[in-house]
T-cell receptor
Framework: DAKTTQPPSMDCAEGRAANLPCNHS???????VYWYRQIHSQGPQYIIHGLKNNETNEMASLIITEDRKSSTLILPHATLRDTAVYYCIASNTGNQFYFGTGTSLTVIP | NAGVTQTPKFQVLKTGQSMTLQCAQDMNHNSMYWYRQDPGMGLRLIYY???????DKGEVPNGYNVSRLNKREFSLRLESAAPSQTSVYFC?????????????FGSGTRLTVV
């Protein structure tokens, strides 16, 4: 799996869009980008994944650059409940996910 | 639909004791996983089972054994607990044949070894 790099922490004002970056410059052509989040001490929660095209679901949008070397997870209207650690993972197997330390997002009232 | 159920939720062991962490999923997923999470760190893969009858080592398998009892259940055993195994343990399952490759995690087992 390709190594991913994320900023350790970010703040976002409540109601604004939260844009979480992830660098995966060594990603291979068959590796997907996955995003998970972990709220406090709960088990991580799947958010979204994509290969080449941008993806959107009820939770978030995923923007992948054309060269696939980086991506951005967008929470369109952040709420206090979105405060969590967000993990970006690149994998071609769909299993054996290796989680890094992620980005700790704090949504500020 | 309970998803992934882990038992126990909390456990305190003395050094050298053994115990088994239980995990069961009701989503008919083929793949199951055990992770540990230490304070301030991300999750690290201990063992996984891609399908019933198979198990493989992950990133940090030393000191652990696993059993894929059937499609629903995947247990993690500590034969001789050490303080270094104090951690939060998460079980997860997934079905990679589905378009949604997402993992479903349990709520965790908080283990303290004294």
């Amino acid at each position: 799996d390709a190594k991913t790099t994320q900023p350790p922490s970010m703040d976002c004002a409540e109601g604004r869009a939260a844009n979480l970056p992830c660098n995966h410059s060594t990603i291979s052509g068959n590796e997907y980008v996955y995003w998970y989040r972990q709220i406090h001490s709960q088990g991580p929660q799947y958010i979204i994944h994509g290969l080449k095209n941008n993806e959107t679901n009820e939770m978030a949008s995923l923007i992948i650059t054309e060269d696939r070397k980086s991506s951005t997870l967008i929470l369109p209207h952040a709420t206090l409940r979105d405060t969590a650690v967000y993990y970006c993972i690149a994998s071609n197997t769909g299993n054996q996910f290796y989680f890094g330390t992620g980005t700790s997002l704090t949504v500020i009232p | 639909n309970a998803g992934v159920t882990q038992t126990p939720k909390f456990q305190v062991l003395k050094t050298g004791q053994s115990m088994t962490l239980q995990c069961a999923q009701d989503m008919n997923h083929n793949s199951m996983y055990w992770y540990r999470q230490d304070p301030g760190m991300g999750l690290r893969l201990i063992y996984y089972s891609a399908s019933e009858g198979t198990t493989d080592k992950g990133e940090v398998p030393n000191g652990y054994n696993v059993s894929r009892l059937n499609k629903r259940e995947f247990s993690l055993r500590l034969e001789s607990a050490a303080p270094s195994q104090t951690s939060v343990y998460f079980c997860a399952s997934s079905e990679i044949m589905q378009r949604n490759y997402g993992y479903t995690f349990g709520s965790g087992t908080r283990l303290t070894v004294v």
